[in-house]
C-alpha cells in the first residue's frame, strides 16, 4: 500500500509569491488533514476534509490559505500571497475513519 | 485551554539505559492519546494509541501507559536506532484533529 505523497519536499520563494502544496493520501482514506510545524512550536492542526468537503477548518491562520480537496482524492494547500512567518514544515495525514492517522514526509517551505 | 506537554524536551542515554518520557495533557472530552516517532526529515510515524486510564502497550522495546492526567512511554534497554524525536498527541471529541506536543528528542549513544 503505498503511503501519503506530498510534494514537492522543499520550495523556497520570495515574499509575496505564491506556492501551491500538494497531498495525495492512501486510496480510499476518506478523511484527509493538514498539519503545520512552525519552527521552534509544536506541530498543529490547519483543516480536516472528509472526501471533498471541509469538515473543520478551524486552525487555518487567515485568508491567505486556501485548501482544496478535488473530488475527494488529492489535496492542494494554496498560500497566496506568502509571508515570512509561512514558513515551516506542512504536513498531510489522512486516515480512513478519523481514527488513525498515517503522515506524509511534509513539504519544508522557505519564505524568503 | 487545551494543552499537551512533553518532558525532557531532549534526553541523551546510553545504550542499555532504560528511561521514560512524559506527556501531560489538559484537554476535555479525549479521544484517545497518541505516540508517533519521528526522524529527520520524515513524518510523524504512528507508535500507539490508548483510550482510557489504565491502559497500557507495548512493542518491542517501548511501552505506553495513561492515567488520567498524563503518558509516559517507558523505553527498555535503547538501542541507537531508537534515536528519534518522540511526539505525543491527543484528540478531542469527534472533530479528529490531533493536538501535540512540542516533542522529545531521543538520543541513544553506543
Not at chain 1, 500538494?22 to 478523511?31: E, F, T, V
Not at chain 1, 475527494?72 to 481514527?99: H, M, N
Not at chain 2, 538501542?79 to 522529545?104: H, M, W
Request: charge should be positive; hydrophobic fraction near 30%.
Amino acid at each position: 500500500e503505498a503511503g501519503v505523497t506530498q510534494f514537492p519536499s522543499h520550495s523556497v520563494i520570495e515574499k509575496g509569491q505564491t506556492v501551491t502544496l500538494r497531498c495525495d493520501p492512501i486510496s480510499g482514506h476518506d478523511n484527509l488533514y493538514w498539519y503545520r510545524r512552525v519552527m521552534g512550536k509544536e506541530i498543529k492542526f490547519l483543516l480536516h476534509f472528509v472526501k471533498e468537503s471541509k469538515q473543520d477548518e478551524s486552525g487555518m491562520p487567515n485568508n491567505r490559505f486556501l485548501a482544496e480537496r478535488t473530488g475527494g482524492t488529492y489535496s492542494t494547500l494554496k498560500v497566496q500571497p506568502a509571508e515570512l512567518e509561512d514558513s515551516g514544515v506542512y504536513f498531510c495525514a489522512s486516515s480512513p475513519r478519523g481514527i488513525g492517522y498515517t503522515f506524509g514526509s511534509g513539504t519544508r517551505l522557505t519564505v524568503v | 485551554e487545551d494543552q499537551v506537554t512533553q518532558s525532557p524536551e531532549a534526553l541523551r542515554l546510553q545504550e542499555g539505559e532504560s528511561s521514560s518520557l512524559n506527556c501531560s495533557y489538559t484537554v476535555s472530552g479525549l479521544r484517545g492519546l497518541f505516540w508517533y516517532r519521528q526522524d529527520p526529515g520524515k513524518g510523524p510515524e504512528f507508535l500507539f494509541t490508548l483510550y482510557s486510564a489504565g491502559e497500557e502497550k507495548e512493542k518491542e522495546r517501548l511501552k505506553a501507559t495513561l492515567t488520567k492526567k498524563e503518558s509516559f512511554l517507558h523505553i527498555t534497554a535503547p538501542k541507537p536506532e531508537d534515536s528519534a524525536t518522540y511526539l505525543c498527541a491527543v484528540r478531542k471529541g469527534s472533530q479528529g484533529n490531533l493536538i501535540f506536543g512540542k516533542g522529545t528528542k531521543l538520543s541513544v549513544k553506543p
